[in-house]
């Protein structure tokens, strides 16, 4: 580890309090010197570090740029996030995902940007990926688990992001059928997952789960379209959540819940956040669309709906939203 990797780590750990430049360069093993050098070396990356005289170097609360120290510093899972790549710009953190999965990347190799050029989103969409406001971070994952269990890897994921955000904002989230993030009725987060089988298509080999999250203020770069189904945490509740923070939280969260995936138990967690449950609906499933009353999730993580004949059917995958009553 080179001086600054090491004295970023240590400020990332004593956040909260200032280090002499001593004090850092008898922990460094280095000169104050080159202490003040590492310092400078930070700032000129786009660090703010607040240096004063007699107390020492601290960084800054509001460090608002993605950091693999940062984020390793707030970790607690031991397998995700073994590997942290953090990209300044990059197509989509799925897309280098799954290439350096397909490549050989271990479990819980993490990948994740400042900046997504061409973000991918369900459906064949576009995920807006604006620079500096959101995380975008995409997670290789080879789980011991039967093709069953798999399918409920993106449900499990959209638990944990939410359970992570709660932590951070001391507020509920809600999950919206499959995989959305909603606060007051507006997408926060969206989540991708992409499988791919073993040899026999009898097991998982790897998963990448593609998480977008819009975390700092997004009204000065969401496109006007998006503006009435999108929005982001800091403009729901003022809070300016720390990304590296989040970050961790959401892998600490994932690993928890990946571990007892076999066990279901996510289910109760996902079902008491789920946004659709007791409301009409409009549903798209394979080019058809429905109406209905949303009864809730099943066992398999499959939204149940209730159409005006009485039939009740489970929907595995597809799209749905309120049905809004015109005025
Ligand atoms: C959706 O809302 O339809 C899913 C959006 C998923 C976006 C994330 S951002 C990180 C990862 N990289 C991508 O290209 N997509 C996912």
């Not at 984020?71 to 990059?90: M, N, Q």
């Not at 799954?98 to 990347?105: D, F, L, Q, V």
């Amino acid at each position: 580890m080179s001086v600054k990797e090491a004295l970023l780590k240590t400020l990332a750990e004593n956040k909260d309090s200032y280090s002499s430049g001593a004090a850092l360069a008898g922990k460094l093993g280095v000169s104050r010197n080159a202490v003040w050098k590492a310092v400078k070396s930070l700032e000129a990356d786009g660090y703010s570090i607040e240096s004063v005289t007699s107390k020492g170097y601290r960084l800054s609360a509001d460090n608002n740029r993605l950091s693999e120290k940062f984020i390793s510093a707030k970790l607690t899972a031991k397998s995700l996030g073994k590997s942290i790549k953090v990209y300044d710009e990059i197509d989509s953190t799925n897309s280098a995902a799954k290439e350096m999965g397909t490549a050989g990347a271990a479990h819980g190799t993490v990948i994740i940007a400042e900046k997504q050029t061409m973000g991918r989103g369900r459906l064949g969409r576009t995920f807006v990926s604006p620079s500096g406001t959101g995380l975008y971070m995409s997670i290789i994952i080879r789980p011991e688990i039967n093709l069953e269990d798999a399918g409920f890897i993106t449900s499990t994921a959209a638990v944990a992001v939410a359970e992570a955000v709660e932590k951070l904002i001391d507020r509920e989230v809600q999950i919206k059928w499959v995989n959305d993030l909603y606060m007051n009725e507006r997408k926060i987060c969206g989540i991708l997952t992409e499988a791919s089988l073993g040899l026999e298509m009898k097991s998982l080999d790897m998963a990448v789960i593609g998480i977008g999250i819009n975390v700092r203020s997004v009204k000065d770069v969401m496109p006007e379209e998006l503006s009435s189904i999108a929005t982001s945490i800091e403009d729901e509740t003022g809070i300016a959540v720390d990304r590296n923070e989040l970050c961790a939280e959401v892998l600490n969260r994932l690993e928890y819940w990946l571990d007892k995936i076999e066990s279901h138990e996510f289910l109760f967690e996902y079902r008491r956040r789920e946004y659709l449950t007791g409301k009409l609906i409009t549903a798209n499933v394979g080019g058809e669309t429905l109406v209905g009353n949303a009864l809730g999730i099943d066992n398999n993580a499959n939204l149940m709906i209730e159409l005006p004949d009485g039939e009740i059917r489970h929907l595995g995958s597809g799209e749905a939203s309120l049905c809004r009553v015109k005025k």
